[in-house]
């Protein structure tokens, strides 16, 4: 059974950092292509960033130079790695998995993110 | 950016109504678009992709529509678990956008 489990989510004051991680179990992360999803609470979804199976990332302009994704091969475990946070990135924040085609069919529960002094 | 534009952003229908909505893209996405079913505290679920295909084992009366810049997502007779908010997705492209969500009640 594939499975997405986001944990690393809290309160951080504005500046801050905070690392996500996303486990997965039933697939191998290495070979698909991952995303970062948030939602502000009340809002739409927002893309946040992608890793490729090739190790190639791209990020919102939202988030760009801020943010980095990654993954750990042996842990079967994606990041997101988020600096320098601000009061508009307080969100829940999903990983996705990307069929390859650019549609999510799995994702996780969530992990809530919240930026405030 | 593509923009994604839904309409309505909320509706309110019987159980058994045929149910209607709408999502409309800034450029031409072909046929690369998804529709998701979020219910409230849960992550989203994929229902449709590729406009109009059908995820393994979503309920039929779930479909979709459209090419180009025009896309619609029906539900053929609403069910009292289909309370939920849909979105569409764009995937011709990153940044990958999503409309603003319809939000889908019973009268």
Redesign the interface.
């Known amino acids: 059974e594939v499975q997405l489990v986001e944990t690393g989510g809290g309160l951080i004051q504005p500046g801050g950092s905070l690392r996500l991680s996303c486990a997965a179990s039933g697939f191998t992360v290495s070979s698909n292509y991952m995303?970062w999803?948030r939602q502000a609470p009340g809002k739409?979804?927002?893309?946040v960033s992608?890793i490729y199976s090739g190790g190639s990332t791209?990020y919102?302009?939202s988030v760009k130079g801020r943010f980095t994704i990654s993954r750990d091969n042996s842990k079967n475990t994606l990041y997101l790695q988020m600096n320098s946070l601000r009061a508009e990135d307080t969100a829940v924040y999903?990983c996705a998995r990307d069929?390859g085609?650019?549609?999510?069919?799995a994702?996780?529960?969530?992990t809530l993110v919240t930026v405030s002094s | 950016d593509i923009q994604m534009t839904q309409s309505p952003s909320s509706l309110s229908a019987s159980v058994g109504d045929r149910v209607t909505i709408t999502c409309q893209a800034s450029q031409d996405i072909s046929n690369y678009l998804n529709w998701y079913q979020q219910k409230p505290g849960k992550a989203p679920k994929l229902l449709i992709y590729d406009a109009s295909n059908l995820e393994t084992g979503v309920p039929s009366r779930f479909s979709g529509s459209g090419s180009g810049t025009d896309f619609t997502f029906t539900i053929s007779s609403l069910q009292p678990e289909d309370i939920a908010t849909y979105y569409c997705q764009q995937y011709d492209n990153l940044p990958r956008t999503f409309g603003q969500g319809t939000k889908v009640e019973i009268k």
Request: proline residues 0%; without cysteine; hydrophobic residues 30%.
């Open positions: 995303s999803v739409g979804l927002e893309w992608v791209y919102a302009d999903y069929d085609s650019g549609s999510y069919d994702w996780g529960q969530g």
